[in-house]
């Protein structure tokens, strides 16, 4: 299949599944609550004199953000489960990678607008500097997002036809969480400190580099993973 | 048109289809009877390529393009209005929805209002109209009168006519006897994944047929 059909199509199927969600609005408000309580119960649990909100608020950011898209990510294919809508999809003359990219798209599109909630609010709630570095820090939540939601993703489509798939989710995706994660913190903390811009250009690497080795293996694998 | 070969396929120990062969000529409508469990659903997914069979092979001529299904299920977006779901599913084919399409099948007032108002006999409407929206040469149908008022019914009966007399295949699988044979030029039985009785259907009527099925699946 060409690339340009492969990209129409993806990007056909992303834009239903938004609109779907925009009609439905349950998933972003329930994650969107969801994002509010936990920055409101970090902030008034914390201790500012034990630890500093600085070296505080890159990890509590970055686990704000896991449970949150891996609440988005539950929803991705249960979609297309209600109405056998996945068998049309799998029955029409697309490349089945084309149903990847669009709901690799959508969740993106799903788990940036949480960030966009997310990041004023940490700045808020934690009074941490972030406008003198947003552009590097937009950088590393990107680049972080799009790793961890490509292999979610994968795994969603993976798990959505199992009994558990809600809890089986969570148990494959962790583990492969934990590489962009640990580097995202460690970017995110260098910069909230104000560090050299240098100290983080080696996670910006790992973090682009793990994006296009997942992503392109889940492009591959996606359509193995779907079939009955 | 559409051809399968030495089909057999099983789920863990059930042999949902077990050496199965025939073909489908255009003008041709095939309807396979069978019990629930006979591996009706499953012959029309190897045929759809939807489940690939561990024996055999299907094939449909103008491959997944060719093929438009209606299944148990609507295969539609509740939150979407009926427009919008047509719209979607003719995109992934290239093409856009015909407009006269929802006026055969008496949908035109209801096209902007999302499928979940809608009464079940209406969703089934919307779900034929998608597996129409692309033109496609083979239909592919599993219980399609499930759900759908007389006048669905009806409608769904007329298309049906004029897919075959345009030379266009079909293949219906259903329980039912009554409600499949009147449309069949051919007509299969189906008992444990296999084909008992496969014949043109030479003017059977749904009670002689229904008696022949009566006695072949005993």
Do not use: C
Not at chain 2, 83 to 111: I, K, Q
Not at chain 2, 150 to 178: D, F, I, K, P, Y
Not at chain 2, 194 to 199: D, L
Request: glycine residues 6%; charged residues 15%.
């Amino acid at each position: 299949m060409r690339s340009p059909d492969l990209l129409r199509h993806a990007w056909a199927v992303a834009a239903k599944d938004l609109l779907v969600e925009f009609r439905s609005r349950t998933a972003i408000l329930s994650v969107a609550v969801f994002v509010v309580l936990v920055l409101v119960v970090f902030n008034s649990a914390r201790d500012p004199t034990a630890v500093s909100n600085v070296d505080l608020a890159p990890s509590i950011l970055w686990v704000t953000f896991t449970f949150a898209a891996i609440l988005a990510l539950n929803r991705a294919f249960q979609i297309e489960l209600e109405n056998q809508a996945l068998e049309g999809l799998l029955l029409a003359p697309i490349d089945r990678s084309s149903i990847y990219l669009g709901k690799l798209i959508a969740n993106l599109v799903f788990v940036a607008t949480i960030e966009l909630i997310g990041v004023p609010l940490l700045a808020l709630f934690f009074n941490v500097q972030v406008l003198p570095f947003l552009l590097p820090l937009i950088a590393v939540i990107a680049l972080a997002t799009v790793g961890f939601v490509a292999v979610g993703t994968l795994f969603s489509a993976m798990t959505v036809r199992t009994r558990f798939a809600e809890l089986l989710l969570p148990v494959l995706l962790l583990p492969f969480m934990i590489p962009p994660l640990s580097w995202a913190v460690l970017a995110t903390g260098r910069l909230l400190a104000g560090r050299p811009l240098s100290e983080t250009l080696g996670w910006l690497n790992m973090l682009a580099v793990y994006d296009f080795v997942f992503v392109v293996l889940a492009v591959l694998l996606f359509p193995a993973t779907v079939n009955e | 048109m559409l051809r399968a070969e030495a089909l057999r396929h099983s789920f863990g120990a059930v042999r949902a289809l077990d050496d199965v062969s025939f073909s489908v000529q255009p003008g041709q409508t095939l309807a396979v009877f069978g019990p629930n469990g006979a591996g009706k659903t499953t012959l029309l997914k190897v045929l759809a390529g939807l489940i690939q069979p561990q024996r055999g092979r299907a094939q449909v001529d103008g491959g997944r393009r060719a093929i438009g299904w209606i299944g148990h299920q609507p295969q539609l977006y509740a939150q979407l209005t009926v427009r919008e779901n047509l719209r979607f599913w003719a995109s992934l084919y290239d093409v856009t929805p015909p407009g006269e399409l929802l006026a055969r099948l008496g949908l035109e007032e209801h096209a902007d209002r999302p499928v979940r108002a809608l009464s079940r006999g209406l969703v089934q409407r919307v779900a034929i109209a998608r597996a129409l929206t692309h033109d496609p040469t083979v239909l592919l149908l599993d219980e399609p009168f499930t759900g759908l008022d007389r006048v669905a019914a009806e409608a769904l009966s007329r298309l049906l006519g004029q897919h075959t007399a345009a030379g266009r295949a079909t293949v219906l699988v259903t329980h039912n006897v009554e409600e499949g044979t009147g449309l069949a030029t051919d007509v299969a039985f189906m008992r444990a994944g296999r084909f008992v009785h496969f014949a043109p259907r030479a003017g059977r009527g749904p009670e002689q047929v229904g008696e022949e099925y009566r006695d072949a699946i005993a």
